[in-house]
Protein backbone atom coordinates (compact mmCIF):
# COMPACT_ATOMS: atom_id res chain seq x y z
CA UNK A 1 0.00 0.00 0.00
CA UNK A 2 1.62 3.50 -0.96
CA UNK A 3 0.67 5.98 1.82
CA UNK A 4 -3.30 6.61 2.05
CA UNK A 5 -3.94 4.39 -1.08
CA UNK A 6 -5.18 1.21 -2.03
CA UNK A 7 -3.71 -1.00 -4.60
CA UNK A 8 -6.08 -2.05 -7.39
CA UNK A 9 -5.90 -5.67 -6.08
CA UNK A 10 -6.29 -4.50 -3.15
CA UNK A 11 -9.74 -2.83 -3.98
CA UNK A 12 -10.75 -6.06 -6.29
CA UNK A 13 -10.60 -7.85 -2.68
CA UNK A 14 -12.61 -5.49 -1.09
CA UNK A 15 -14.93 -5.17 -4.12
CA UNK A 16 -15.74 -9.14 -4.04
CA UNK A 17 -16.10 -8.97 -0.35
CA UNK A 18 -18.68 -6.14 -0.54
CA UNK A 19 -20.27 -8.17 -3.89
CA UNK A 20 -20.89 -11.11 -1.22
CA UNK A 21 -22.10 -9.42 1.97
CA UNK A 22 -24.66 -8.02 -0.33
CA UNK A 23 -25.69 -11.01 -1.94
CA UNK A 24 -25.07 -13.79 0.32
CA UNK A 25 -25.21 -11.54 3.95
CA UNK A 26 -27.53 -8.86 4.12
CA UNK A 27 -30.43 -10.47 2.86
CA UNK A 28 -30.88 -12.67 5.61
CA UNK A 29 -28.86 -10.96 8.61
CA UNK A 30 -32.21 -10.19 10.04
CA UNK A 31 -33.66 -13.46 9.79
CA UNK A 32 -30.58 -15.26 11.43
CA UNK A 33 -30.40 -12.92 13.98
CA UNK A 34 -34.32 -13.74 15.26
CA UNK A 35 -33.75 -17.13 14.65
CA UNK A 36 -30.15 -17.59 16.13
CA UNK A 37 -29.11 -19.39 13.20
CA UNK A 38 -25.28 -19.97 12.42
CA UNK A 39 -25.22 -19.37 8.44
CA UNK A 40 -22.55 -22.28 8.17
CA UNK A 41 -23.16 -22.80 5.01
CA UNK A 42 -22.78 -19.07 3.91
CA UNK A 43 -19.47 -19.15 5.62
CA UNK A 44 -18.22 -22.24 3.76
CA UNK A 45 -19.11 -20.13 0.70
CA UNK A 46 -16.72 -17.21 2.00
CA UNK A 47 -14.29 -19.86 2.22
CA UNK A 48 -14.26 -21.18 -1.10
CA UNK A 49 -13.54 -17.18 -2.01
CA UNK A 50 -10.65 -17.38 0.89
CA UNK A 51 -12.17 -15.44 3.29
CA UNK A 52 -11.60 -18.53 5.73
CA UNK A 53 -7.73 -18.38 5.60
CA UNK A 54 -6.84 -15.11 4.69
CA UNK A 55 -3.56 -14.35 6.00
CA UNK A 56 -2.39 -18.57 6.09
CA UNK A 57 0.61 -19.79 4.21
CA UNK A 58 -0.50 -20.76 0.80
CA UNK A 59 1.22 -24.56 0.93
CA UNK A 60 -1.79 -25.83 3.44
CA UNK A 61 -4.22 -23.94 1.34
CA UNK A 62 -4.50 -20.54 2.78
CA UNK A 63 -4.74 -17.17 0.60
CA UNK A 64 -1.30 -16.10 1.85
CA UNK A 65 -2.88 -12.35 1.98
CA UNK A 66 -1.60 -9.34 4.54
CA UNK A 67 -3.28 -8.19 7.57
CA UNK A 68 -4.15 -5.15 5.66
CA UNK A 69 -6.19 -7.02 2.85
CA UNK A 70 -8.28 -8.82 5.72
CA UNK A 71 -8.91 -5.49 7.29
CA UNK A 72 -10.63 -4.55 3.85
CA UNK A 73 -12.08 -8.01 3.53
CA UNK A 74 -13.67 -8.22 6.90
CA UNK A 75 -14.88 -4.66 6.93
CA UNK A 76 -17.09 -5.45 3.85
CA UNK A 77 -18.25 -8.50 5.44
CA UNK A 78 -19.58 -6.74 8.18
CA UNK A 79 -21.78 -4.32 6.06
CA UNK A 80 -23.54 -7.50 5.52
CA UNK A 81 -23.56 -8.66 9.12
CA UNK A 82 -21.22 -8.19 11.69
CA UNK A 83 -21.50 -10.96 13.49
CA UNK A 84 -21.07 -13.62 10.85
CA UNK A 85 -18.00 -11.17 9.83
CA UNK A 86 -16.69 -11.55 13.32
CA UNK A 87 -16.97 -14.94 13.80
CA UNK A 88 -15.43 -15.05 10.34
CA UNK A 89 -12.23 -13.34 12.10
CA UNK A 90 -12.32 -15.56 15.27
CA UNK A 91 -11.94 -18.86 12.62
CA UNK A 92 -9.15 -16.45 11.11
CA UNK A 93 -7.29 -15.98 14.45
CA UNK A 94 -7.58 -19.85 15.22
CA UNK A 95 -6.26 -21.08 11.83
CA UNK A 96 -3.62 -18.51 11.62
CA UNK A 97 -2.46 -19.40 15.04
CA UNK A 98 -2.31 -23.45 13.73
CA UNK A 99 -0.46 -21.82 10.81
CA UNK A 100 2.24 -19.92 12.56
CA UNK A 101 3.22 -22.40 15.50
CA UNK A 102 2.68 -25.45 14.58
CA UNK A 103 4.57 -28.16 13.09
CA UNK A 104 4.36 -28.93 9.68
CA UNK A 105 2.67 -32.22 10.39
CA UNK A 106 0.31 -30.29 12.71
CA UNK A 107 -0.49 -27.60 9.64
CA UNK A 108 -1.03 -30.19 7.10
CA UNK A 109 -3.64 -32.45 9.68
CA UNK A 110 -5.65 -28.97 10.04
CA UNK A 111 -5.10 -25.78 7.95
CA UNK A 112 -6.02 -27.55 4.65
CA UNK A 113 -9.85 -28.23 6.22
CA UNK A 114 -9.90 -25.11 8.11
CA UNK A 115 -9.15 -23.00 4.91
CA UNK A 116 -12.09 -24.96 3.67
CA UNK A 117 -14.39 -24.83 6.30
CA UNK A 118 -14.91 -28.23 6.22
CA UNK A 119 -13.42 -28.06 9.55
CA UNK A 120 -14.81 -25.31 11.90
CA UNK A 121 -12.17 -23.28 14.44
CA UNK A 122 -13.00 -21.82 17.79
CA UNK A 123 -10.63 -19.97 20.61
CA UNK A 124 -10.17 -20.54 23.58
CA UNK A 125 -9.10 -18.16 26.09
CA UNK A 126 -11.36 -16.90 28.50
CA UNK A 127 -12.63 -18.66 31.85
CA UNK A 128 -15.05 -17.94 34.11
CA UNK A 129 -12.89 -16.01 36.36
CA UNK A 130 -10.24 -14.83 34.04
CA UNK A 131 -11.18 -12.77 31.16
CA UNK A 132 -9.16 -9.51 31.20
CA UNK A 133 -6.65 -11.24 33.73
CA UNK A 134 -5.93 -14.10 30.88
CA UNK A 135 -3.03 -14.57 32.70
CA UNK A 136 -4.96 -16.49 35.73
CA UNK A 137 -7.01 -18.94 33.90
CA UNK A 138 -6.93 -21.86 35.52
CA UNK A 139 -7.91 -24.94 32.91
CA UNK A 140 -5.26 -27.15 34.34
CA UNK A 141 -3.56 -29.89 31.82
CA UNK A 142 -1.21 -32.31 33.34
CA UNK A 143 1.32 -34.28 31.40
CA UNK A 144 0.53 -37.92 31.40
CA UNK A 145 3.38 -40.03 29.16
CA UNK A 146 2.03 -39.33 25.41
CA UNK A 147 -0.53 -36.95 26.04
CA UNK A 148 -1.94 -34.09 28.95
CA UNK A 149 -5.27 -34.92 31.16
CA UNK A 150 -7.27 -31.27 30.57
CA UNK A 151 -9.50 -30.28 33.30
CA UNK A 152 -11.35 -26.73 33.44
CA UNK A 153 -13.96 -24.79 31.54
CA UNK A 154 -13.70 -21.88 29.14
CA UNK A 155 -16.25 -19.23 29.23
CA UNK A 156 -18.32 -17.20 26.03
CA UNK A 157 -16.25 -19.49 23.39
CA UNK A 158 -17.65 -18.05 19.61
CA UNK A 159 -18.97 -21.47 17.82
CA UNK A 160 -18.89 -23.61 20.77
CA UNK A 161 -21.06 -27.00 20.34
CA UNK A 162 -20.22 -26.52 16.32
CA UNK A 163 -16.97 -25.88 16.21
CA UNK A 164 -14.51 -28.89 15.26
CA UNK A 165 -11.48 -27.38 16.62
CA UNK A 166 -10.68 -25.81 19.85
CA UNK A 167 -7.40 -23.84 20.03
CA UNK A 168 -7.31 -23.37 23.82
CA UNK A 169 -4.73 -21.93 25.89
CA UNK A 170 -4.39 -24.53 29.25
CA UNK A 171 -2.25 -24.18 32.31
CA UNK A 172 1.22 -26.84 31.99
CA UNK A 173 3.12 -24.97 34.76
CA UNK A 174 3.16 -22.19 37.27
CA UNK A 175 0.95 -19.49 38.07
CA UNK A 176 1.24 -17.11 35.89
CA UNK A 177 1.85 -16.05 32.10
CA UNK A 178 4.91 -18.65 31.80
CA UNK A 179 2.86 -21.65 32.81
CA UNK A 180 0.44 -21.30 30.08
CA UNK A 181 0.43 -23.30 27.06
CA UNK A 182 -1.94 -24.15 23.63
CA UNK A 183 -3.53 -27.02 22.85
CA UNK A 184 -5.64 -27.95 20.01
CA UNK A 185 -8.72 -29.70 21.26
CA UNK A 186 -11.07 -31.72 19.02
CA UNK A 187 -14.61 -31.36 19.67
CA UNK A 188 -15.16 -35.46 19.26
CA UNK A 189 -12.12 -36.17 22.28
CA UNK A 190 -14.32 -38.07 24.87
CA UNK A 191 -14.72 -35.61 28.40
CA UNK A 192 -15.41 -32.64 26.16
CA UNK A 193 -19.14 -30.88 26.61
CA UNK A 194 -20.58 -27.63 26.25
CA UNK A 195 -22.76 -25.52 28.35
CA UNK A 196 -25.97 -24.10 27.07
CA UNK A 197 -26.31 -21.48 24.76
CA UNK A 198 -26.17 -17.86 25.81
CA UNK A 199 -28.86 -15.38 25.38
CA UNK A 200 -26.80 -11.74 24.24
CA UNK A 201 -27.90 -8.87 23.39
CA UNK A 202 -26.54 -9.28 20.19
CA UNK A 203 -24.42 -11.69 17.84
CA UNK A 204 -27.13 -14.20 17.61
CA UNK A 205 -25.88 -15.52 14.25
CA UNK A 206 -23.16 -17.17 16.28
CA UNK A 207 -23.57 -19.73 18.85
CA UNK A 208 -21.92 -18.83 22.72
CA UNK A 209 -21.16 -21.03 25.47
CA UNK A 210 -19.02 -22.68 27.99
CA UNK A 211 -16.46 -25.54 26.58
CA UNK A 212 -15.99 -27.85 29.50
CA UNK A 213 -13.15 -30.33 29.61
CA UNK A 214 -13.52 -33.44 32.19
CA UNK A 215 -10.40 -35.68 31.83
CA UNK A 216 -9.78 -35.31 28.19
CA UNK A 217 -6.78 -36.70 26.99
CA UNK A 218 -4.87 -34.45 24.81
CA UNK A 219 -1.95 -36.21 22.82
CA UNK A 220 1.17 -34.28 23.35
CA UNK A 221 1.32 -34.00 19.71
CA UNK A 222 -1.83 -31.54 19.42
CA UNK A 223 0.76 -28.57 21.84
CA UNK A 224 1.49 -25.76 19.36
CA UNK A 225 5.51 -24.87 19.76
CA UNK A 226 7.44 -25.24 23.02
CA UNK A 227 5.56 -25.62 26.90
CA UNK A 228 5.12 -22.01 28.26
CA UNK A 229 4.71 -20.51 25.18
CA UNK A 230 0.74 -20.31 25.51
CA UNK A 231 0.58 -16.65 26.50
CA UNK A 232 2.76 -15.41 23.59
CA UNK A 233 0.71 -17.46 21.45
CA UNK A 234 -2.20 -15.92 22.36
CA UNK A 235 -1.40 -12.49 22.46
CA UNK A 236 0.20 -12.93 18.72
CA UNK A 237 -3.26 -14.23 18.23
CA UNK A 238 -4.75 -10.98 19.35
CA UNK A 239 -2.83 -8.67 17.42
CA UNK A 240 -4.50 -9.18 14.35
CA UNK A 241 -7.92 -10.36 16.00
CA UNK A 242 -8.32 -6.83 16.90
CA UNK A 243 -7.61 -5.60 14.11
CA UNK A 244 -10.60 -7.75 12.28
CA UNK A 245 -12.98 -6.85 14.89
CA UNK A 246 -11.99 -3.08 14.68
CA UNK A 247 -12.52 -3.76 10.98
CA UNK A 248 -15.97 -5.29 11.84
CA UNK A 249 -17.25 -2.51 13.62
CA UNK A 250 -16.71 -0.01 11.01
CA UNK A 251 -18.11 -2.44 8.50
CA UNK A 252 -21.44 -2.46 10.20
CA UNK A 253 -21.24 1.17 11.13
CA UNK A 254 -21.17 1.82 7.92
CA UNK A 255 -24.25 -0.10 6.71
CA UNK A 256 -26.05 2.22 9.73
CA UNK A 257 -24.62 5.59 8.39
CA UNK A 258 -25.60 4.43 4.53
CA UNK A 259 -29.27 3.62 5.89
CA UNK A 260 -29.37 6.66 7.82
CA UNK A 261 -28.69 8.85 4.88
CA UNK A 262 -31.05 7.05 2.80
CA UNK A 263 -33.87 7.24 5.34
CA UNK A 264 -33.22 11.16 6.14
CA UNK A 265 -33.70 11.94 2.04
CA UNK A 266 -37.09 10.14 2.36
CA UNK A 267 -37.89 11.33 5.96
CA UNK A 268 -40.19 14.76 5.78
CA UNK A 269 -40.22 16.72 9.09
CA UNK A 270 -41.75 20.10 9.27
CA UNK A 271 -42.39 20.61 5.05
CA UNK A 272 -38.77 19.58 4.58
CA UNK A 273 -36.57 16.73 4.05
CA UNK A 274 -34.35 15.99 7.28
CA UNK A 275 -31.45 15.57 5.17
CA UNK A 276 -31.78 19.28 4.12
CA UNK A 277 -31.35 20.07 7.87
CA UNK A 278 -28.08 21.53 8.68
CA UNK A 279 -28.13 20.38 12.35
CA UNK A 280 -28.16 16.80 10.63
CA UNK A 281 -25.64 17.39 8.05
CA UNK A 282 -23.25 18.19 10.30
CA UNK A 283 -24.19 14.99 12.36
CA UNK A 284 -23.28 13.09 9.16
CA UNK A 285 -20.24 14.91 8.47
CA UNK A 286 -19.00 14.24 12.21
CA UNK A 287 -20.02 10.42 11.37
CA UNK A 288 -18.11 10.13 8.25
CA UNK A 289 -15.55 12.11 9.43
CA UNK A 290 -14.86 9.97 12.26
CA UNK A 291 -15.39 6.91 10.78
CA UNK A 292 -12.75 7.74 8.01
CA UNK A 293 -9.93 8.82 10.80
CA UNK A 294 -10.58 5.22 12.78
CA UNK A 295 -10.43 3.57 9.41
CA UNK A 296 -7.06 4.95 8.42
CA UNK A 297 -5.58 4.38 11.47
CA UNK A 298 -6.70 0.75 11.56
CA UNK A 299 -5.13 0.75 8.09
CA UNK A 300 -1.70 2.05 9.46
CA UNK A 301 -1.86 -0.41 12.45
CA UNK A 302 -2.75 -3.51 10.10
CA UNK A 303 0.40 -2.38 7.94
CA UNK A 304 2.38 -2.31 10.98
CA UNK A 305 1.64 -5.32 11.72
CA UNK A 306 2.56 -6.69 8.50
CA UNK A 307 5.77 -5.04 8.80
CA UNK A 308 6.31 -6.62 12.13
CA UNK A 309 7.05 -3.07 13.49
CA UNK A 310 8.35 -3.44 17.30
CA UNK A 311 5.06 -1.09 18.20
CA UNK A 312 2.59 -2.68 16.32
CA UNK A 313 1.36 -4.59 19.49
CA UNK A 314 0.56 -1.19 20.80
CA UNK A 315 -0.85 0.37 17.19
CA UNK A 316 -3.50 -3.14 17.19
CA UNK A 317 -4.61 -1.62 20.38
CA UNK A 318 -5.46 1.78 19.83
CA UNK A 319 -6.75 0.71 16.32
CA UNK A 320 -9.29 -1.62 18.34
CA UNK A 321 -10.20 0.90 20.45
CA UNK A 322 -10.62 3.51 18.19
CA UNK A 323 -12.34 1.44 15.61
CA UNK A 324 -14.71 0.25 18.32
CA UNK A 325 -15.23 2.87 19.87
CA UNK A 326 -16.38 5.18 16.80
CA UNK A 327 -18.47 2.12 15.30
CA UNK A 328 -20.87 1.95 17.85
CA UNK A 329 -21.14 5.64 18.63
CA UNK A 330 -21.65 5.90 14.79
CA UNK A 331 -24.30 2.62 14.41
CA UNK A 332 -26.00 4.74 17.44
CA UNK A 333 -26.25 8.13 16.16
CA UNK A 334 -27.92 6.05 13.02
CA UNK A 335 -30.31 4.58 14.88
CA UNK A 336 -31.29 7.95 16.70
CA UNK A 337 -31.36 9.75 12.84
CA UNK A 338 -33.98 6.97 12.22
CA UNK A 339 -36.33 8.54 15.30
CA UNK A 340 -38.70 5.96 16.50
CA UNK A 341 -38.04 3.65 13.17
CA UNK A 342 -35.12 3.17 14.26
CA UNK A 343 -35.87 0.97 17.65
CA UNK A 344 -38.15 -1.29 15.19
CA UNK A 345 -36.65 -4.28 14.15
CA UNK A 346 -37.69 -3.86 10.10
CA UNK A 347 -35.39 -1.48 9.47
CA UNK A 348 -31.97 -3.40 10.75
CA UNK A 349 -30.24 -0.34 13.08
CA UNK A 350 -31.24 -1.71 16.16
CA UNK A 351 -29.45 -5.07 14.94
CA UNK A 352 -26.38 -3.65 14.12
CA UNK A 353 -26.12 -1.38 17.57
CA UNK A 354 -26.58 -4.44 19.27
CA UNK A 355 -23.99 -6.53 17.55
CA UNK A 356 -20.97 -3.67 17.58
CA UNK A 357 -21.91 -3.14 21.45
CA UNK A 358 -19.79 -6.30 22.04
CA UNK A 359 -17.25 -5.33 20.44
CA UNK A 360 -16.09 -3.07 22.81
CA UNK A 361 -15.34 -5.88 25.20
CA UNK A 362 -14.26 -9.09 23.51
CA UNK A 363 -10.38 -9.45 22.06
CA UNK A 364 -9.33 -7.56 25.23
CA UNK A 365 -11.81 -4.67 26.50
CA UNK A 366 -11.14 -0.96 25.43
CA UNK A 367 -10.00 -0.44 29.21
CA UNK A 368 -7.51 -3.19 28.57
CA UNK A 369 -6.67 -0.87 25.10
CA UNK A 370 -5.37 1.81 27.33
CA UNK A 371 -3.63 0.11 29.73
CA UNK A 372 -1.38 -1.73 26.88
CA UNK A 373 -0.73 1.58 25.33
CA UNK A 374 -0.24 3.17 28.63
CA UNK A 375 2.12 0.88 29.53
CA UNK A 376 4.14 1.06 26.63
CA UNK A 377 4.41 5.29 27.27
CA UNK A 378 5.42 4.96 30.98
CA UNK A 379 7.51 2.02 29.80
CA UNK A 380 9.23 4.09 27.38
CA UNK A 381 9.70 6.42 29.70
CA UNK A 382 12.04 4.24 31.79
CA UNK A 383 14.30 3.47 28.53
Not at 1 to 8: K, Y
Not at 9 to 24: K, P
Not at 188 to 198: C, K, L, T
Not at 275 to 304: G, K, Y
Amino acid sequence: MTQFSLTDDQIAIRDMALAFAAERLAPHALEWDEKKHFPVDAMREAAALGMAAIYIRDDVGGSGMTRLDAALIFEALATGCPAVAAFLSIHNMATWMIDRYGTDEQRRRYVPRLATMELIASYCLTEPGSGSDAAALKTKAVRDGDHYVVNGVKQFISGAGTSDIYVTMVRTGEEGASGISTLVIEKDMPGVSFGAQEKKMGWNAQPTAAVIFEDVRVPVANRLSDEGMGFKIAMAGLDGGRLNIGACSLGGAQAALDKALAYAQDRKAFGKRIADMQALQFRFADMATELEAARTFLWRAAAALDAKALDATKLCAMAKRIATDTGFEVANQALQIHGGYGYLADYGIEKIVRDLRVHQILEGTNEIMRLIVARDLVGRGNR
